[in-house]
């Protein structure tokens, strides 16, 4: 029963790595000035890491060679990851009210955030001047973007510390993998 479990978890944590990765490479690509935000591009690398630490925990359900407490470190990395990816995003966009909201306050806000208008420069004596920022249908666009990077990443932080939970009580029962090496 657990096996099964650890398989439906560890299946999760794959998809959910992926639309991290995706939701994160989309958002970058819309930056025109300058490099994507620090909070992006950790964005795409939890997820991507996310990828990798979910195949090798899918491979180990199948491959004794792999050492549970290896296992489980590299989950409970990647579960790190994802935290902190989440709470970074969370923490960029907080000062955006809504994303839909088209009062001039709301659209101001999505204009100035750095995670949305693909980069500003410096306007002598006026505001910034951020190209991507005119169009306020692919500011909301891209802020419910970003709204639903954060919320997969918490969510492969919750799958990522049931898995772990999991497998430490997989190998605590004996039904786990019993690696022996001599």
Do not use: W
Request: glycine residues 10%; charged residues 15%.
């Amino acid at each position: 029963m657990l096996k099964i479990a650890t398989f439906a978890v560890r299946g999760f944590l794959l998809l959910f790595g992926a639309v991290v990765l995706g939701l994160s490479i989309t958002v970058a690509k819309h930056q025109v000035i300058g490099s994507p935000p620090s909070e992006t591009s950790f964005g795409s690398f939890c997820g991507a890491f996310g990828i990798l630490i979910s195949l090798v925990g899918l491979a180990a359900l199948f491959i004794d060679k792999i050492p549970p407490m290896a296992l489980m470190a590299a989950d409970g990395l990647a579960t790190a990851f994802y935290l902190a990816g989440g709470i970074a995003l969370t923490l960029a966009l907080k000062t955006v009210p809504s994303c839909t909201d088209k009062d001039d306050y709301d659209a101001a806000q999505r204009y100035l955030n750095k995670l949305l208008n693909g980069g500003c420069q410096d306007v002598e004596n006026s505001s910034p001047y951020c190209p991507n920022g005119f169009d306020d249908g692919q500011l909301s666009s891209l802020c419910q973007r970003v709204q639903a990077d954060y919320v997969f990443e918490y969510l492969a932080f919750i799958f990522g510390v049931a898995i772990i939970g999991i497998t430490f009580f997989l190998h605590r029962s004996g039904k786990g993998p019993s690696a022996a090496y001599v």
